[in-house]
């Protein structure tokens, strides 16, 4: 089984693509990194997703270490864990062509967006 982790911060102007580009058989954990925007309401419509909002306010800056593996601990032991950015999603080729028949412990995927603003 493939399980996504997803971390993101104030992505709802994203999230719904990115989460639409996924197979909709996997399973997702969105990680929402102190989410201030429309992105946990946006995401209550996603099928076979996770909502994790458990990040604590107290933390300062860039929290993807903590955020990442937040989501690995909901994942199942034995499954395959993909993570990806809440604002960059795969628009060209096939992702899950691509994770069935990977042969290696790690893919990297071409990102053609960068929707970052800072």
């Given at each position: ?38 992105t946990l ?21 860039r929290q ?55």
């Open positions: 089984m493939v399980e996504v982790v997803i971390i993101g911060h104030n992505e709802g102007e994203s999230v719904t693509d990115m989460v639409r580009s996924l197979p909709s058989e996997w399973h997702k954990i969105y990680v929402a990194d102190r989410c201030t925007d429309r309401k946006r995401l209550s419509f996603a099928e076979n997703t996770a909502v994790v909002d458990t990040t604590p306010l107290g933390l300062v800056g993807t270490s903590f955020c990442r593996n937040l989501g690995l601990s909901e994942c199942a032991k034995d499954s395959d864990v993909l993570f990806l950015d809440g604002d960059r999603y795969v628009v060209y080729g096939d992702i899950k062509q691509a994770v069935d028949h990977c042969d290696t412990d790690i893919l990297l995927f071409r990102l053609e967006e960068d929707n970052r603003t800072d």
